[in-house]
Each structure stands twice: as C-alpha cells, then as structure tokens.
C-alpha cells in the first residue's frame, strides 16, 4: 500500500503527475468539484451508492449518514458533503486505489482528520494519491513527492491587488427574524437574527451542509426567505423583487458564476447589468483588465472553461475586487490555491475591510482565517450566532 | 407489480389511446387508469392528475384559440369540404387533448406506483438487455446534468443582477444568456467527468455491474392488469 502528498505551489504540474499515477480504470478519482467527484449517473444518492458498493465492502467510510439521505439529489448536497458521498461510495467500493486531487479542502475540520484518518490506515489495503495544499508536511507513514515550480503564463500578483482596491462604504445589514426551509421541507434557518457591520469582516462557521451557501443565496436573491425583513442601511432590502444591488459573490466552484464564454464577456454583462441600476459605481474598463493581469489572466478573450481551474478561481475573485458592490461573499476561497496565494488573499481581506467594505468569508481554512481580522457567525441550530 | 409489468401495462394504455378515433373511444382507458389509479396508487393519483393536466393544459389553450376560435371547424370537416361548426372543432380539440392527457397519466400513474424505487432499482429490475437500460441510465443522467446546469446559470446570473429571480421582460430579454450559460455549464461538467473521473474509474462498467439483476419473473398483477390493458384497447376500437 502506498500513501503519496504530492506537493507543490499552482501550476506545477502536480494535477497531471496525479493523473500519471493513476491506474486507468482502477483508481477512484476524486477531484475538487461535484463533477469530477460524483459519477454523475445517479438520481439520488442511494443510487451513487449502488453504483460503486459492492458486496463484501459492507464496513465503509461512514463521516455522515447516509440513510437519510437517500432520496436527495446528490447535485443538491453541499461541497462538503459530496466529497464524504464520494468517499464513502470509494470504501465501499472494490478499488485499489483512490486519486485525490484538492477535494478535501472543502471539509470542515472534523470530517477533514476522519478523512484523512481513513485514508491512512494501512489495514485498509489500498493506494493514495493525494493534493492537498493545507498539509504543510505528509503525515506519518505518507512519501511526498514535490512538483518543481515553473514559470507559468497564469502567474498572479496579489500584492499589486492592494493598489487597485478603492474605499467604498459599505451598509450596515440588519436581519430579523428569517426563516427559510427548501419546497422539499427541509428548513435550514429559523428566526434569524444578527446584525452586520460595514468595515468588518465575518466568517461564517458550521459543519458540512449547515447552510453556509444557502446564507448567501438568501442575501442576493435567489433564494426567498419564507418570513423575516433584510435591513440595507436601514432600508428594506428585497433582492428577490429588485434585484441584487449590494453582495458580489465569488462562488465556491468559480464555474458556477460565470455569465459568458470567456472573461471579457462575462464582466462587460455584468458591468451592463450594473450600469442600468447604477452607472456611477460601474468599475472603469482599465481597473478590470488590470486585476484580471493582476489575479493571472492575460488574455480576457480565452474561453474561460479552458484556463486551469486555479487559475478559473482567482480570477472568479475579480469582481468583488473590482468594488462593484460593497460588500463580498467569498465562499470557500482558497479551495485549490497554494500557500503564497492564501497569504496574499488574506491580506486582500484585511485591506478591505480597512477600506469600508463588507466581508462575509465562508471557509474551512483555519489558516487562511488567521490571516485576517474577522468576527466569527457560528450556524448551527437553523440559526446564525455571533461567536 | 413489476417494472416490466408497469411499462407494458402504459404502453398499451397509450396505445389504446392512440389507436382510438374519438371520445367514446378514450372513455375505457381513461376508466381503466381511474381504476389503476384508485388500486395501485391512491393518495398519491392527485399528483399524476395535476401533473397529466398541468402538461395538456397549454396544448388546450393554444388549440382552442386555434382551431375553435380561428379555423371554427374541425379536420375532417375541412377534408370533406364541409361548411363546418366549432361544436365539431371543439370535439376535435378534445380528443386530441384527451389523449394526451391520458398518456401522460398513464406513464405517471405507472411512475408514481414504483415511487418507493430510486432510478437505478427500478431500470435494474426491467427485463431489457443491459444496453438499454445502460441508455435509459445515461439519458438520466444528461436530464439531470441539465437541470443541474440550469439551476447554477440562473444562481450566476441573478447573483449578477443579469436576470431577475422572478418573471420580468428583462428575463425575455436576456433569455439567450442563460441558454448559453447553461450550454457552458454542461460543457463544463462533461469535461470535469469525461476528461478525469470517468477513464480513471472506467464508471461505465461500474453501472454495468451495478445493472445486473437476476430477470424477475412477471407477477399476478402484471398479468391481471396486462389483460386489463388489452381488453381496453380491444373496447377503445370497436367504439
């Protein structure tokens, strides 16, 4: 049985060294998003499971309970809780080896040591391939293999990002008494109260599946909730009714936020969807285009489903830098980005709150979140609690 | 009741509904689901009668303003040359719709009874060669994949204030972005499965193996509910 961490910082080709150590058509893979993480043939998650279990694998690797479940859409489970799915359908599973690359990043701290836990024991008698940027050193019993730095065409400047970040005040936001449960029954939030300070940055806590996501998506509207007002600067705030005006999101799977083929594309809609609300906080043309040369893209024109995908993920941060809106969710930032980039991420954070902006960070990243001031909301319980 | 059962018995429902010219004709599938319905079913009838009626319902409407308050004859009439009335085209609309309705009845009547299955139990417990129910899998799989790719366009693009959350002219108006969004969220997922997950794993012979099944035999009820079929259809003709 070998246990291998491939480390090394992005672009060092350490994806495509995992990729040679597969065994085609042995290795379960698991890549960093529902697509390259779930098989993709299953309805429900029972039958995900029924793809891959196998008899005499009744004992797997068991982080959450999938009974319960059974009947979900497995597209409707968070980050999180598709990479346990997909864990827990390679244990039961009669593979011999397993590839991993970045996912594990998406589990919170407890499901992230039961997982890595799992993966070392040696009496379970299978191979792992693992990319993993936040373990600094292999664990014990594990050989590293370091990918060689190269020079890359998607080198980022995060540095240079502080001198394109202009002060913007943000409102004050003020929720009271929501509640929000999908059609399908299932409530996630009841009589949620919690105040939000401009300036301030807020990282939101909770296991796999809490509702972290969710949070964000009530806030620009596309969720509603069932009851309960949104106070904007102390004035109602409907998104659902008149559209988001104040949260640039930066989602956790960056292809899950684009609005065209390519960058160009996808800001010169947003920046015309913004225009037509509100043309003088529009960012300027020249501030985009030298952020995107600052977070790595050079040429705004390339189709963005072609760029590696972390390099699809720093430039995802793009417009909230660019101050479109004053406040910004970043949810799960720094899934897939090396340690320089953290830093430099973490820095971008504190400047802006330093500037007058929001922050609403969600992140498993206890690293990362050291790297910045912040107050922490704890959701659990259906409710979101100041720490 | 089996699976197997369950399709042949809508298959010769719809058929019966096909073969049939008019209403009278309709009336002995249309018993034969309400008996189907109140045995096999029960509570759960409504949701296939809502969902049966909620599909026709704009097919009715189109064909009403068309044929009754547009043309004002039905087909036959117009074949025959005949002056015609909208009583006639009417009837026409009906039937038509009629039979739609009672094909989409019967294939959810049919669904709803194997509602406590998931997708893979029930193509799994078919009697059909393992390519078939490989390409039922996969048709799915693309149905689902794309109601994915939907659901995370319209979150991109109302998080981007490019479409509103609710109907709106502006939604008309950009309605091409998110047909093309969603197009690229496909493209996005097949990469992500075909380029890595699939050829590593070799999935699809996982879902072979996964299909497998023992056949099962046809049941009492298959047969009891077959017949019932047939002799429908026999009464559907002859009417």
């Not at chain 1, 999180?80 to 593979?95: D, I, K, P």
């Not at chain 1, 640039?248 to 160009?264: K, V």
């Not at chain 1, 225009?275 to 790595?296: C, I, M, N």
Request: net charge positive; proline share 5%; aromatic share 8%.
């Amino acid at each position: 049985m070998q246990r291998e961490l491939i480390a090394g910082p992005n672009f060092s080709g350490r994806s495509a060294a995992l990729r040679e150590k597969l065994r085609r058509g042995e290795t379960f893979f698991l890549g960093p998003y529902a697509e390259a993480a779930l098989s993709g043939l299953s309805s429900t998650v029972a039958d995900e499971i029924a793809v891959y279990a196998r008899a005499g694998q009744a004992q797997g690797f068991a982080a959450l309970d999938w009974a319960p479940l059974g009947s979900r859409k497995p597209a409707t489970l968070s980050g999180g809780e598709q990479v346990l799915l997909a864990l827990h359908c390679f244990s039961r599973s009669s593979y011999g080896a397993i590839g991993i690359d970045t996912a594990l990043e998406q589990l919170d701290t407890r499901n992230r040591a039961a997982a890595l836990d799992f993966l070392s024991r040696a009496e379970r008698g299978f191979d792992v391939t693992l990319i993993d940027n936040r373990l600094e050193r292999a664990p014990e019993g594990w050989r590293r293999q370091d990918a060689t730095p190269t020079e890359t065409e998607y080198a980022c400047d995060l540095a240079g990002v502080l001198d394109e970040l202009h002060p913007r005040a943000a409102p004050a936001i003020s929720i009271s008494g929501m509640d929000f449960s999908y059609k399908t029954g299932r409530a996630i939030f009841r009589g949620v109260d919690l105040e939000l300070a401009p300036g301030t940055a807020y990282r939101l806590i909770g296991p796999n599946g809490a509702g972290k996501t969710t949070f964000f998506k009530l806030l620009v509207g596309v969720l509603e909730p069932q009851r309960g007002t949104i106070l904007l600067a102390s004035r109602p705030y409907r998104p659902r009714r008149d559209g988001n005006r104040a949260f640039a999101l930066a989602a956790q799977n960056p292809d899950h936020q684009w609005c065209g083929a390519t960058l160009a594309e996808d800001i010169a809609r947003r920046r015309r969807a913004l225009g037509a609300a509100d043309s003088t906080v529009s960012p300027s043309e020249s501030l985009l285009a030298s952020l995107a040369r600052k977070l790595g893209i050079r040429a705004p024109d390339q189709l963005l489903y072609e760029l590696p995908l972390a390099a699809r993920k720093r430039v995802s941060w793009l417009w909230p830098f660019s101050g479109a809106m004053p406040w910004l969710m970043l949810d799960e930032p720094t899934i897939g980005q090396d340690r320089d980039t953290r830093i430099g991420l973490g820095a971008i954070a504190s400047r802006l709150c330093e500037i007058g902006y929001g922050l609403l960070v969600v992140t498993h990243d206890d690293d990362f979140a050291t790297r910045f001031a912040h107050r922490a909301l704890r959701i659990e319980g259906m409710t979101i609690r100041p720490e | 009741m089996t699976p197997s059962g369950g399709i042949a018995f809508a298959l010769v429902v719809i058929g019966a509904a096909m073969i049939t010219g008019d209403l009278v004709g309709l009336a002995a599938p249309l018993v034969l689901c309400a008996v189907f319905a109140t045995l096999e079913v029960r509570d759960r009838a409504v949701t296939a009668l809502a969902w049966s009626a909620g599909i026709v319902a704009p097919l009715a409407l189109f064909l009403c303003i068309v044929w009754v308050g547009v043309v004002g004859r039905s087909p036959e009439e117009i074949a025959a040359g005949a002056t015609g009335t909208r009583v006639a085209a009417l009837a026409h609309v009906a039937t038509v719709c009629t039979r739609l309705f009672l094909v989409a009845l019967a294939i959810q009547l049919v669904l709803l009874h194997f509602a406590c299955m998931t997708p893979l139990q029930f193509i799994r417990a078919m009697r059909a060669p393992s390519g078939l129910k490989r390409l039922l899998v996969l048709t799915l799989s693309w149905i689902d994949t794309i109601l994915h790719a939907v659901d995370r366009s319209r979150t991109a693009l109302i998080t981007a204030g490019i479409i509103a959350p609710r109907l709106s002219v502006k939604n008309a108006a950009h309605g091409f972005i998110l047909v093309q969004t969603v197009w690229l969220s496909v493209i996005t997922i097949a990469l992500g499965r075909l380029r890595d997950k699939w050829p590593a794993e070799n999935t699809l012979a996982r879902l072979d193996e996964a299909l497998q099944a023992p056949p099962q035999p046809l049941r009492f009820a298959d047969g009891a509910w077959l017949a019932a079929a047939i002799a429908t259809a026999i009464v559907a003709k002859v009417a």
